[in-house]
């Protein structure tokens, strides 16, 4: 069975496929959190340890015995106000003033299949399928009058474990909630490293591990969103651990706001790690009766190193974030508008487009920015979702035209902003977010609707819906280009449950989106990646990566995303050399390989393209067609790190693994170059690979166009023996010493392996 509870003992366990999770309700009905690693059997209570500590109170009830103390002891929902001085999951303060919560085990309900949680996006599974199970155990504190649910889901065959809260208020009078986080992890040892992933617009995602040291480290959003600058995703691995060795955690936040991450040792040497939402303007009222439910957070355990963690993550949010239509379909290649011409054009313009994009064997058409209101520079017009005509005329002819040449066609939306210059913010001034008497933060000369009030959403929602029925449109881009500044509702909203409700009436519009046009495929933005998390993936089945475009910066990013997200959630396209954001020169082939490693697209102006080029890009889109099976569903390896300057490699093996992609991209060339070699992961080491396609024809052209051939001065490693189409290799041989990288010359240079198990 997946979840058990021993009566006698009081204890919980939860199995999945390689992993333990124990938690005991102990003789005080204090829920102790036991053991959380390695698959075992028996109990795991024996880890706990009581001793007399200076300065570690001892609760009231527990008498005289100074042994047994909250501050020591691993805990598995502490609350503020117990005597525990660790960074606490709940905190709660009465409408009176008075604050604390001691909460004491009730009861316990294990049913099949995986909770919901209404309102909020939160992993869904099938009870016979994926046998799911699902714990609930109610804590509550009498004194208050408190009552929480902890709820655990539990897919088992994924090593997935995911944890919410819902706290209850069954008191007289009105509670805050100034912290209530998702989910918290007690260690008794203290020798782990934090992951985290930071960075900024056009920048993000970038891994950062340090050791956990004494005190606590945090990263925050203090944004309203899950931002550019930290990802709500930590990873907790041994010191030792590496990519395909050693044991490590993910703590994965379901949430699109602003968040919290937290690890940290405490005086002990114990590690204390939890997520959750941000307590940054967070001062939630709860009335007399209600209940407030925690965003979801996803849990997973390997012994297999990073790279199996990320596997399992992969898998959960492809089939079990990710819903309806588009989630098991190959995407469409795409042509988006928007660096081929900005927010200068026509109707006759936005053709001429979709018919290069259809030349060049493209299957959908994005119109970008600039299409709607008053909107000819980025001053103007958002909130004001009607066609400019005087612009691209009937938008329904247009699309009408553009379905003619056999493309799907997708558009551009902002829909949680607006422009002060528009009939929107003219009509409805008090719809925007602002501080009475302050003049209002502007960013990108725009500010943020307030959607925590159902009328804005529901205006909003409406005329978003009459452009998608006017097409009919096939894709939504939704962007989001700024950061919430002031968290104040005209609407009378208390503030402290501003940025919470916000988030509540975005997953509304897009829950009620989803419903209405069960075909639309939604991609997520926020000025690239700055809204990149599991809870807008339960919406938008794919996120633009970021608004860097640059391959090689490009690298970094997906690398740093890829240990959280699956490729099929990346938005990448290939566009312009020099690059717009950087001006770096690459050839084509480059730039095609990394986007592969996305969902695929285009982001150019084709006509500004030589012949010869366009005959590369039709040769590349049918060789990703060919493998996008393989990328979207495979199974996803780091190979190298590319951060570190040597060449970036990465591998996808199919399911069932017959097929292999090997990515490789040079990074650093020098004089009287040195041999590097690339092991691949995740094969049959007795069994035999043919290399069926190793993108030759492809690779010269790009490396010719870079002044360089792709084999180079290769030696007796060359391209005469490896890399070569029709050669077979040994599966334990490929792992073990890897493959050769063709000594190049030219810069960031691409080779793309295609290999058949025999």
Not at 431 to 446: C, D, E, S, Y
Not at 481 to 495: L, W
Not at 662 to 673: C, E, K
């Amino acid at each position: 069975m997946t979840i058990s509870y021993d009566e006698l003992n009081r204890i919980f366990t939860i199995q999945t496929k390689d992993g333990t999770y124990q938690m005991m309700a102990d003789r005080h009905d204090r829920l102790l959190h036991l053991y959380y690693g390695r698959k075992s059997a028996g109990r795991m209570d024996y880890l706990l340890t009581y001793a007399d500590r200076g300065f570690s109170g001892n609760p009231y009830d527990v008498g005289n015995d100074r042994a047994y103390s909250l501050d020591a002891l691993p805990q598995e929902y502490p609350s503020q106000g117990t005597g525990d001085y660790r960074s606490p999951a709940l905190v709660v303060e009465t409408e009176s003033g008075k604050t604390g919560c001691d909460l004491r085990f009730d009861s316990y309900e294990i049913r099949d299949g995986k909770y919901s949680l209404p309102e909020l996006p939160a992993v869904y599974a099938d009870a016979d399928k994926d046998k799911a199970q699902t714990l609930v155990v109610t804590l509550r504190d009498p004194e208050a009058k408190l009552r929480v649910e902890l709820l655990y889901g539990v897919l088992p065959e994924l090593n997935i474990i995911t944890r919410a809260a819902v706290i209850y208020n069954d008191s007289d009078e009105k509670i805050y909630l100034n912290r209530a986080l998702s989910a918290n992890l007690d260690f008794v040892g203290g020798d782990y490293d934090l992951m985290t992933f930071y960075g900024r617009h056009a920048m993000e995602r970038t891994p950062q591990r340090v050791p956990v040291s004494h005190g606590e480290q945090v990263v925050i959003s203090r944004r309203g969103t899950s931002s550019h600058q930290y990802n709500p995703l930590l990873i907790l691995a041994d010191r030792e651990a590496a990519e395909t060795a050693g044991s490590c955690y993910a703590m994965e936040l379901v949430y699109s706001g602003g968040f919290m991450g937290m690890a940290g040792l405490d005086q002990f040497g114990q590690t204390r790690m939890q997520i959750g939402l941000s307590d940054h303007m967070f001062h939630y009222p709860v009335e007399s009766g209600a209940s407030f439910t925690t965003p979801e957070t996803i849990l997973s355990f390997s012994g297999e190193g990073l790279s199996g963690l990320s596997r399992q993550l992969h898998d959960c949010i492809r089939s079990h974030v990710v819903r309806g239509y588009w989630r098991d379909r190959v995407r469409p290649v795409l042509l988006n508008s928007w660096e081929g011409c900005y927010l200068t054009f026509d109707a006759e313009k936005i053709l001429n487009l979709a018919r290069e994009a259809k030349e060049l064997n493209l299957d959908l058409f994005v119109l970008d920015d600039g299409w709607f209101g008053k909107r000819d520079s980025d001053n103007s017009g958002l909130g004001d979702w009607f066609v400019n005509e005087k612009k691209i005329g009937d938008l329904h002819r247009l699309v009408e035209q553009i379905h003619g040449m056999g493309l799907l066609f997708g558009i551009w939306f902002e829909p949680e902003m607006v422009n002060e210059d528009s009939n929107l913010f003219r009509a409805h001034p008090d719809w925007a977010l602002a501080i009475p008497g302050r003049k209002p933060v502007r960013a990108r000369n725009q500010l943020v609707l307030d959607f925590s009030r159902r009328e804005v959403v529901d205006a909003i929602y409406d005329q978003v819906c009459r452009i998608i029925d006017m097409g009919p449109v096939d894709y939504v881009k939704w962007d989001y280009n700024r950061s919430i500044a002031e968290v104040y509702s005209k609407a009378g909203r208390e503030a402290g449950a501003v940025l919470y409700d916000y988030i509540l009436g975005l997953y509304d519009f897009l829950e009620r989106l989803c419903t209405r046009y069960p075909k639309l495929l939604i991609e997520g933005c926020s000025g690239g990646g700055g809204r990149f998390d599991a809870g807008m993936l339960y919406y938008t089945p794919q996120i633009w990566c970021s608004d860097n475009t640059d391959p090689i910066d490009r690298l970094r990013i997906q690398y740093g995303t890829s240990f959280g997200y699956p490729v099929s959630s990346m938005g990448a396209h290939v566009s312009v050399s020099p690059n717009e954001q950087d001006g770096r020169v690459t050839p084509l082939y480059t730039r095609t390989v990394i986007a592969m490693s996305g969902t695929f697209g285009y982001e150019l102006d084709p006509a500004k393209m030589s012949e010869a080029e366009k005959a590369e890009v039709r040769r590349d889109v049918a060789r990703q067609k060919r493998y996008a099976p393989l990328i979207s569903g495979g199974d996803y390896y780091r190979l190298t790190d590319p951060l570190k300057g040597g060449p970036a490699a990465w591998e996808i093996v199919s399911k069932d693994g017959t097929e292999v992609l090997v990515s490789i991209v040079t990074q650093n060339n020098h004089g009287n170059m040195t041999q590097d070699y690339v092991r691949l992961q995740g094969l049959d080491e007795e069994a035999l690979y043919l290399l069926d396609d190793n993108g030759e024809d492809a690779a010269e052209a790009s490396a010719q166009a870079a002044g360089s051939a792709p084999g180079g001065q290769n030696g007796s490693m060359g391209l005469n023996t490896a890399g070569k189409r029709g050669i077979v290799y040994g599966g334990g041989a490929l792992m073990e010493a890897g493959l050769p990288v063709p000594l190049h010359f030219g810069e960031y240079l691409a080779y793309q392996w295609h290999f058949t198990r025999q």
